[in-house]
C-alpha cells in the first residue's frame, strides 16, 4: 500500500485553526453539547470512522447512538437533530437531500440560526471524516 500524508489540516499551513474556530462559533449557538456529539458519533459511524473511548464515558448515550431510532433515552429534539445528520451524511446529489419531512421535524426543536449550525456541524464532521479516510488516518480517540 502506498504511502499516505500526514493529516492535511496539519499539513496544510493555517488550515486547522479556521476549522477549529468554525467548531467553536457552531458550538455557542444553543444547540446542546451532547446533541453536537451525538452527531459527530454517529455521522463517524456512516463514513466509516470509529471512535474508541479511553474510559467508561459519564454520558453513557454515547454509546447508544447508533441505536437513537429505537433509544427511548435520546429526545425527540435529539432525534431529529441524528435524522438530519444521517439524511446530511447519506445524501449524494440535489434529489437525496433531506427531505421536507425531516427538515420540517428538526424546525419544531431548533430556530434557524441552530438549525443552520446543525447542518454547518454535520458537514464539518463529514469533512473531518473524510480528510481522515482518504488518508488513512487512524481510527480517533474520543476527547
Known amino acids: 500500500m502506498a ?29 446542546e453539547q451532547s446533541t453536537l456529539d451525538y452527531i459527530r458519533l454517529r455521522v463517524a459511524g456512516l463514513n466509516g470512522r470509529v471512535y474508541t473511548f479511553p474510559a467508561e ?7 447508544l447512538v447508533d441505536t437513537w431510532r429505537t433509544e427511548p433515552s435520546f429526545t425527540d429534539a435529539e432525534r431529529a437533530a441524528l435524522e438530519l445528520a444521517e439524511a ?16 420540517a421535524n428538526a ?26 479516510v482518504a488518508t488513512h488516518q487512524d481510527d480517533a480517540v474520543w476527547r
Open 57 to 63: 464515558p459519564a454520558d453513557k448515550r454515547l454509546l
Open 3 to 31: 504511502q499516505r500524508m500526514g493529516n492535511p489540516s496539519l499539513v496544510v499551513p493555517g488550515a486547522l485553526q479556521p476549522l477549529l474556530d468554525l467548531s467553536e462559533v457552531l458550538g455557542k449557538v444553543g444547540v
Open 107 to 132: 424546525s419544531k426543536h431548533y430556530t434557524d440560526v441552530q438549525l443552520g449550525a446543525l447542518v454547518m456541524h454535520i458537514s464539518l464532521v463529514n469533512f473531518w471524516n473524510r480528510v481522515n
Open 88 to 103: 446530511v451524511t447519506v445524501q449524494t446529489d440535489a434529489r437525496s437531500a433531506p427531505s421536507d419531512e425531516v427538515w
